[in-house]
């Protein structure tokens, strides 16, 4: 079971990560691109500050290999950003994509490590 916690915790980590990595981007896109005020910018810089705050809460002795664990958790939920915020339904190349990467990603971070 402490295996499973072990492992869970990270994940909601790269989850919440995840989000204000991908909220802060959008709103800078929302600005930029799609006209809203630049008002939107606020609240997108405090959810990158938030991303970069939860990035440093994970357990790993490398900065390196967390940031690249954390790759694989962020395609996927770009891609479940894309169906929820956007509307539109990923493929099933972005999912087979994202499988691959979120599998790449489970290998870095949980991988046996020697000393």
């Known amino acids: 079971m402490e295996t499973v916690t072990t492992a869970l915790r990270p994940l909601g980590i ?9 909220g802060g981007c959008f709103a800078f896109w929302a600005w930029l691109r799609l006209g809203r005020t630049a008002w939107w910018l606020v609240p997108g ?5 938030a ?4 990035l440093t809460r994970i357990d790993a002795a490398f900065a390196g290999r967390a940031f690249a ?5 962020y395609i996927a939920a770009s891609l479940a950003w ?19 990467c979120v599998l790449g990603a489970g290998i870095i971070l949980l991988a046996p490590r020697g000393s």
């Not at 790269?14 to 991908?22: D, K, N, Q, S, T």
Request: glycine share 12%; hydrophobic share 65%.
């Open 45 to 49: 810089l405090l959810a990158l500050a």
């Open 51 to 54: 991303f970069a705050y939860l």
């Open 69 to 73: 664990a954390y790759g694989g958790v």
């Open 14 to 22: 790269y989850l919440a990560a995840a989000l204000g990595e991908i």
């Open 82 to 100: 894309l169906w929820a915020v956007e509307g539109r339904i990923p493929d099933r190349w972005d999912a087979l994509g994202a499988a691959i």
